[in-house]
Each structure stands twice: as structure tokens, then as C-alpha cells.
């Protein structure tokens, strides 16, 4: 008997295997790796029957891993959104400090209490805890079961599953840096648990770089999804587990550098919380260089007469490199890039999860597919399809406990107690403080040798674009170039270069869900609309941005009347002009990012190939 399946949009008649729920041994198999001497795997004799395991790639267990997984995201949102405190450390983001002031104080007006701090708190240390344990016990039992036979699809299934929780974990610990800090102990702990948990990840990942792993759809091969992982395992050490580099291994590649490298940006952000080392080496020690350039073209430019006139576009087009950069670097070391990246790492494990599983329910010999019938066995529902979503009340009952304990109430009763002598300690304060405005405080961590905050007398601070002109070169940056984070033109930037991150995190994601190659995530990097998109367009695109705002600040400062009338305006009506120039001139580069990329490169990759 046969039937007809729609695959990738192509009609095939899949004839029915020969083994039935009867003939399969409900246990695991020796592994066969006969096949490793066979110069491919097209019509591959008796090959191993796929033996449903609803335990570990059941639509129950998924679910269940997945939703702890989302569930994650949403409470690393809400604790980002109500609870983090960006001014912990003597370093303060500026993406993150701008976001959650307009949020907390523009969008909401309800301030928690420490009561509820403390409980969202414990629930992501819970959460984290849940993930931490939930990847060591998937890739720890997987691992056990290689020498029995376990399948390349259960294994693919079973490194998804490590995935969601490897990056959900991540992600919570960097949340919890600062609770850290107070507990050395438990830091050190957790840091043993995540080189564990990462070897684990990376050596599960190994396998998934032959060129025969789940080879969905290529010339000239078979695609068997119930061949044994240990047999991948002792082809590393063959000619024969990659051919001319393919897209299999650089997925492995890719994917085991992407686990290496969030994991050391984790483990570095729970020892150093304020990102003091990055900052001092990726931000001020190169800050410093440039401003030294920058130093020595504005001395150039604001000499006289025709020729210093000429040294007015490098040394614009070098700030605004400088500017870029620093723009780059802000977004960086945000927590709402961690927030980004999780979603993007959740999604594309979810996508990836589902396909595996409908390509699973057949074989290809490289002219006829065979349905593997007894693999429908995981969507049904059993006591291993159930627990794992009934587990996931036991996180959800742990964070109502930390609410409702006494500790919580504790921690309010205390905040309580605290408020009235805060308010007299702030009172005396303010009788015996000068009233001079000419104290402030200021974020030039790049102009110290020390790259922290500080208190600084700056009674003429330096505002490149907003001061009215008194001369031919009034508008230009000066030394020593102070923080832009005040200025609306940076972040009009940033909120620009954060939307073309979204643009491509949408597009990466729709990459990978077209592609019918399995694990191939190096499909992102070998595509060239990508590569142009990322490394030609969107830096341009912020050049322009910029280009864009001096001009205007050009304009401004010939025509003041209409500076006045864009702050006062009759009614709202310079108001609105203004903001819809604003939002108007980030869509246009938005639009441009877009539409430039596609017409710059089509969207296939450099091999042609997709």
C-alpha cells in the first residue's frame, strides 16, 4: 500500500515500509555502522527501522520544554521591564537607561515594591536552576544511550531540547549578575554547572557536521533519519565526514563557536558585572586612538582660509565613524540585545524542532520514499507525554511560595522601615548642599584612565549640534568630545541600528525556515544579502542618518526662527513637525536598508545553492 504526500511543494507517492509496530523491537539496537565503508548512501540495504521514543521527542516532552522555554523569556522581560536597575554598576548602559526611564517613567507609573523585586528575583534564580538541570539531564541521558543505538533523529531532538535550555539559562544568569556578586559561592557553583552543561552541548553538536547527517534531498544520497549517532562519532576520524568543506560542518562549526563564545560572555559578565574589562579594552583604549586622530584633523579644520575647509569632511566622516562605533558598542552590551537574542535563539530551536519531526516520518534511497509508519507512536499522548507539562507547575508554585514567604515580607517590612530615614538623611543633605548648577554629573568614562562614572565641575559642556553659530565652524564636534548619549540625533541612531538588528533577526529566521537543510544555521552566513545587508548597508545607512542630522543642524543654525518655532510653535504644531521629521528620516532609512540590500544582491547565496 501507498500514499501521496506534498513535500516542499512536490507530489511523491511514499510506499509503506515493510515493518510493522509487530516486527520492531521496542528496545534499542546494536549499532550497525556497516554503512561507514560505502561510498554513499543512495539504496542502502535494511537499513535500522526508526523506533518511535515518545520519551524524548514526544509532541508532550517538546511542548513541555518549550513552553518552560518561552515562559523564561516572558518573566526575563518582565524583571527587565520592572525590576532591573541599570545604575548598579559605576558603568551605566545608555540603551538600557533610556529605554527603561522612558518605559517606567513615560508608559507606566506603578513602582514595585521590594517585596515583589525580591520575589522576581528568586523566580528567575528558580527558572535558571530549571533550565540548568533540564539541558545536564537531556544531554547526560542522550549520551547514556549511545551505545545502544540511539537514532540521529532523536539525537538531533535531543540537542534542540539542550539548546533551549542551554541559551534560556544563559540568558537568566546574566539577568542575576548582580545577585551574584552577594553570593560568591553559589557563582562558582553555577559557573562548574555551565562548563559542564557547554562541553556537553559542543560534543553533542560534533556529529551533526557529516555530510551524510539527516542529508535531506541531496544528489546523489539517501536520507535515513534512523541511523545510529555512534556510527557519526567514529566517522569524525574518516575522509568520509566531510567532503570540500559542505554546509554541514560549518553548521557545526558555527553552532559550537556560537555556544563557546555566550558562554564565555557569560561567565566574564558574573565576575565583572559592570563589563569594567570589555569596556576599558573594546571602548576606551580604541576610543582614545580615535580621538587622537579626531584631535589632529580638527586642528586642521579650524585653521583658516580654503584649504582647512577641505579638512572638514574627513574629519566629519571619522566622528561619525567614531559615533557608529560607539553606537554599536552601546547596543552591544545591552540586556536588551540578551533579550533579542534569546527570542531569536528560542524561535529558530522551535522552527528547527517542528521540521525535524515532519521529515522524520520517512526514508529516501535516493529514488523512492519509504514511510517510517511507527514514528506517528510520539503523537500520542502517554504518562512520558503528560509529566513533562504537569512539571511545569512546580516553577510556577515555587515563584508563588517566594511571594508569599516570609522572607519576601521581610524584605518589604524593611524597605518600609528604611523610607522614613531616607527621606530625612536626603533632607539634611539638601540644607548643607551648595546650590550651584555647575556641579553635575557626567558620563565620560573614555576621557579617565579609569573608565567609570565620576562627578565632574563642567560649567560650558561641549553640545556639537545644538550651539548657535558665532562662527564658520560653530557646529563642528570639539575636543574633547563628550558623551552623545544626551543628544536626540544619537538616539535616533540607536533606535535606528536596534530596528535593523529586529529587520535582520526577522530575516535570519525566515532563512532558516526555507531552507530544507536540517542544523543549517552557516546557511545565514554563506547568504549574500546577508553579508551585504549586515557589512555595506547598514553601516551606510547610519553614515547617512548622521549626514542627515547635520545638515539640519546647518540649517538650524542660519535660520534660527525656525529652531524657535520647532520648540515653540504655535500649539503643538512645531512639536509634531519635529517628531514626525525624526521618526520620518529613521523610516526612510529603514526603507533604504531594505530596499538598497535587495537591489545590491539577490537573495541566494554565494554558492548558488539556495
Not at 546523489?220 to 567532503?243: I, R
Not at 558574573?270 to 586642528?299: C, M, Q
Not at 512520558?384 to 511560595?401: D, E, R
Not at 547635520?550 to 512645531?574: S, T
Request: proline letters at 5%; hydrophobic letters at 45%.
Amino acid at each position: 500500500m501507498s500514499r501521496a504526500y506534498n513535500i516542499a511543494g512536490i507530489n511523491y507517492t511514499i510506499a509503506a515500509s515493510n515493518h510493522t509496530l509487530g516486527d520492531v523491537v521496542t528496545h534499542r539496537h546494536k549499532p550497525d555502522c556497516s554503512w561507514l565503508l560505502l561510498p554513499h548512501l543512495a539504496a542502502l540495504k535494511n537499513p535500522p527501522p526508526l523506533i518511535p521514543d515518545p520519551e524524548l521527542s514526544g509532541v508532550g516532552v517538546i511542548l513541555g520544554f518549550s513552553i518552560m522555554a518561552y515562559f523564561t523569556l516572558v518573566l526575563l522581560i518582565l524583571h527587565y521591564l520592572t525590576v532591573h536597575n541599570v545604575r548598579r554598576t559605576d558603568i551605566v548602559n545608555v540603551v538600557d537607561d533610556g529605554l527603561l526611564s522612558f518605559f517606567r517613567q513615560r508608559l507606566i507609573s506603578w513602582k514595585p515594591s521590594r517585596r515583589f523585586e525580591y520575589a522576581m528575583e528568586r523566580s528567575v534564580l528558580i527558572l535558571s536552576d530549571t533550565q540548568l538541570v533540564t539541558g545536564l539531564g537531556i544531554l547526560a541521558a542522550g549520551y547514556s544511550q549511545l551505545q545502544c543505538g540511539i537514532s540521529a533523529y532523536h539525537w538531533q531532538m535531543m540537542v534542540y531540547i539542550a539548546w533551549f535550555a542551554s541559551f534560556s539559562f544563559l540568558s537568566a544568569m546574566t539577568f542575576l549578575e548582580g545577585y551574584f556578586q552577594t553570593n560568591n559561592s553559589m557563582r562558582l557553583i553555577r559557573v562548574g554547572f555551565m562548563i559542564i552543561l557547554a562541553s556537553l552541548l559542543i560534543g553533542a553538536l560534533l556529529p551533526t557536521g557529516s555530510r551524510n547527517w539527516l542529508n535531506l534531498f541531496q544528489e546523489g544520497e539517501g536520507y535515513y533519519p534512523s541511523l545510529s549517532t555512534t556510527c557519526f562519532y567514529k566517522q569524525m576520524g574518516m575522509g568520509s565526514f566531510t567532503t570540500h568543506g559542505g554546509p554541514k560542518i560549518w553548521s557545526m562549526v558555527f553552532s559550537s563557536f556560537v555556544v563557546a563564545i555566550s558562554y564565555l560572555h557569560c561567565g566574564i559578565r558574573l565576575f565583572d558585572p559592570g563589563a569594567g574589562i570589555p569596556h576599558r579594552y573594546l571602548r576606551a583604549w580604541p576610543g582614545s586612538k580615535i580621538k587622537k586622530a579626531l584631535y589632529f584633523l580638527e586642528r586642521k579644520a579650524l585653521r583658516k582660509g580654503l584649504r582647512a575647509k577641505l579638512w572638514h569632511v574627513p574629519y566629519l566622516a571619522l566622528y561619525a565613524i567614531f559615533t557608529c562605533l560607539r553606537a554599536f558598542y552601546d547596543i552591544s552590551g545591552s540586556m536588551l540585545l540578551e533579550i533579542i537574542w534569546l527570542t531569536f535563539a528560542i524561535a529558530w530551536g522551535t522552527i528547527k524542532v517542528w521540521s525535524t519531526r515532519s521529515v522524520a516520518q520517512f526514508n529516501f534511497d535516493g529514488s523512492e520514499f519509504t514511510l517510517n509508519q511507527d514514528v506517528s507512536q510520539e503523537n500520542s499522548w502517554s504518562f512520558g507525554q503528560t509529566l513533562p507539562l504537569v512539571l511545569i507547575l512546580l516553577p510556577l508554585l515555587s515563584m508563588a511560595q517566594t511571594y508569599l514567604d516570609n522572607d519576601a515580607k521581610s524584605q518589604e517590612a524593611l524597605a518600609s522601615d528604611q523610607l522614613p530615614t531616607q527621606a530625612f538623611n536626603k533632607k539634611h543633605d539638601s540644607a548643607h548642599t551648595p546650590s550651584s548648577s555647575a556641579l553635575r554629573i557626567t558620563t565620560t568614562e573614555d576621557d579617565l584612565s579609569d573608565p567609570r562614572r565620576s562627578t565632574t565641575e563642567n560649567t560650558d559642556p561641549i553640545l556639537p549640534l545644538s550651539e548657535p553659530p558665532t562662527q564658520t565652524h560653530s557646529l563642528l564636534p570639539r575636543f574633547p568630545y563628550s558623551n552623545p548619549a544626551s543628544h536626540p540625533w544619537y538616539c535616533d541612531l540607536v533606535f535606528l541600528l536596534l530596528c535593523q538588528t529586529l529587520m535582520l533577526t526577522a530575516f535570519s529566521l525566515w532563512v532558516l525556515t526555507e531552507l530544507a537543510s536540517i542544523m543549517g544555521i552557516s546557511a545565514i552566513l554563506r547568504n549574500r544579502l546577508f553579508l551585504i545587508w549586515v557589512f555595506g548597508v547598514v553601516p551606510l545607512t547610519s553614515l547617512i542618518h548622521l549626514g542627515f542630522w547635520y545638515v539640519a543642524a546647518l540649517v538650524l543654525g542660519r535660520w534660527r526662527h525656525v529652531e524657535q518655532w520647532l520648540k515653540r510653535g504655535a500649539g503643538k504644531a512645531g512639536q509634531v513637525a519635529y517628531w514626525t521629521a525624526r521618526m520620518g528620516l529613521v523610516a526612510t532609512c529603514l526603507m533604504a536598508t531594505f530596499w538598497g540590500s535587495l537591489e545590491a544582491a539577490s537573495p541566494y547565496p554565494l554558492d548558488e545553492s539556495v
